[in-house]
Every structure is written in structure tokens, then in C-alpha cells.
T-cell receptor, first 109, second 112 residues
Framework: DVKVTQSSRYLVKRTGEKVFLECVQD?????MFWYRQDPGLGLRLIYF???????EKGDIPEGYSVSREKKERFSLILESASTNQTSMYLC????????FGPGTRLTVT | RKEVEQDPGPFNVPEGATVAFNCTYS??????FFWYRQDCRKEPKLLMS???SGNEDGRFTAQLNRASQYISLLIRDSKLSDSATYLC?????????????FGPGTRLSVLP
């Protein structure tokens, strides 16, 4: 069974803070993705990675960066959190179909 | 035009009903297709892949029409536990090989 874990289920941060969201998968998948999900907007791709140290911008990369130092771990970084980054963040790992982590609900106050 | 469009819903149906969801996609080069299910405040989970010949898994039937760029999901004999949001997902090839695009989802409520 594929397992994708995310470091936190709920997170509350202040405006301007640097935020790290961690995602780990245990199936040796090469492809990993970060999405955010907002009511009425569906899932939107922030960044993805096809290999270690490789990253590509998705549809809404502004305000975010990522890191993939090890194959199993894909981190999403909010350099300076803003209130419009309050959202549900979902990480996915992919081989064939995508497998999602449980999500991190981030609130920026 | 959005890349993947779905019936807006919500669909409210009684237990035992048959319900069908539709999805259209814009990129004719799309390679693979999926239906995901997402429960409230949970992550999306794969319900079934969609094959060109159509496929069935118990009460669920998925069909693909490449010529019309259309995917459907049919649920027979609806159960209360089928209540969820159903996401149509299309894998559109791009320069990097793959690009998963999610539809906005259709919410289903099965009522007792």
C-alpha cells in the first residue's frame, strides 16, 4: 500500500513567517506534486518534481518554493506567509495514478 | 475554457438511485483518465481509472469517448456511503511528460 504522509494536519502561522510543509512517500516514486485546494477553485498545482533536485513550476507558484533533496521527501516552503495562502495543501506521489497525503490545513493570521 | 469541466452539482439522490456524472476535457492529446473520490475534509482517493473500452467495478461504471473528449461515471444502487465529491482527472501530456489536471468536482449526496 502506498503511503504518503504530511508533517502536520493543522497549522496556524502569522503573516510574514517562513513555513515549511513536509511530504514523505514510501514507494520510491519519482514524481511528486504539491497542490492547494480552495472552495470553488478545486485543486491547483503549485510545484512538481520528477526527480531529486528537480523542480518545475505548476499553475500558481508565486509565493512558494520547493525542495527535493531526497527522493522520498518533497518540501513546500512559504518564504513569507500571507493571509491569501490560507488553504488546504495536498501532496501527491505518482506512479500511474496519483496518491495523496492527508493534507495540511494552513491558516495564516 | 477550462481544461477539465464537470457537472456543477450538487446531486441529491435517494438511496438506490442511479446517478451519472459527466466530464469533458479540452486537450485531445490527453493520455489517461481517472475518477477520484474526496470525502469532506479528506484527501482525494482513486476510485477508478478509465479505459478506452470502458470499465466496471461493482456498482461503478466508467466510460471514455475520445472523439467527443468526454468521460462519464455511473453509480448504480446508490448507498449513503457514496456521498462525496467526485473529481474527474485527466493526464495531459506536456513537455515534461505528464500533467494531471483536476476538474472542479461534483458533489453527491445520497439521502435516506
Amino acid at each position: 500500500d502506498v503511503k504518503v504522509t504530511q508533517s502536520s494536519r493543522y497549522l496556524v502561522k502569522r503573516t510574514g513567517e517562513k513555513v515549511f510543509l513536509e511530504c514523505v512517500q514510501d514507494m520510491d516514486h519519482e514524481n511528486m506534486f504539491w497542490y492547494r485546494q480552495d472552495p470553488g477553485l478545486g485543486l491547483r498545482l503549485i510545484y512538481f518534481s520528477y526527480d531529486v533536485k528537480m523542480k518545475e513550476k505548476g499553475d500558481i507558484p508565486e509565493g512558494y518554493s520547493v525542495s527535493r533533496e531526497k527522493k522520498e521527501r518533497f518540501s513546500l516552503i512559504l518564504e513569507s506567509a500571507s493571509t491569501n495562502q490560507t488553504s488546504m495543501y495536498l501532496c501527491a506521489s505518482q506512479l500511474g495514478e496519483q496518491y495523496f497525503g492527508p493534507g495540511t490545513r494552513l491558516t495564516v493570521t | 475554457r477550462k481544461e477539465v469541466e464537470q457537472d456543477p452539482g450538487p446531486f441529491n439522490v435517494p438511496e438506490g438511485a442511479t446517478v451519472a456524472f459527466n466530464c469533458t476535457y479540452s486537450n485531445s492529446a490527453s493520455q489517461s483518465f481517472f475518477w477520484y473520490r474526496q470525502d469532506c475534509r479528506k484527501e482525494p482517493k482513486l476510485l477508478m481509472s478509465v479505459y478506452s473500452s470502458g470499465n466496471e467495478d461493482g456498482r461503478f461504471t466508467a466510460q471514455l469517448n475520445r472523439a467527443s473528449q468526454y468521460i462519464s461515471l455511473l453509480i448504480r444502487d446508490s448507498k449513503l456511503s457514496d456521498s462525496a465529491t467526485y473529481l474527474c482527472v485527466v493526464n495531459m501530456r506536456d513537455n515534461y511528460g505528464q500533467n494531471f489536471v483536476f476538474g472542479p468536482g461534483t458533489r453527491l449526496s445520497v439521502l435516506p
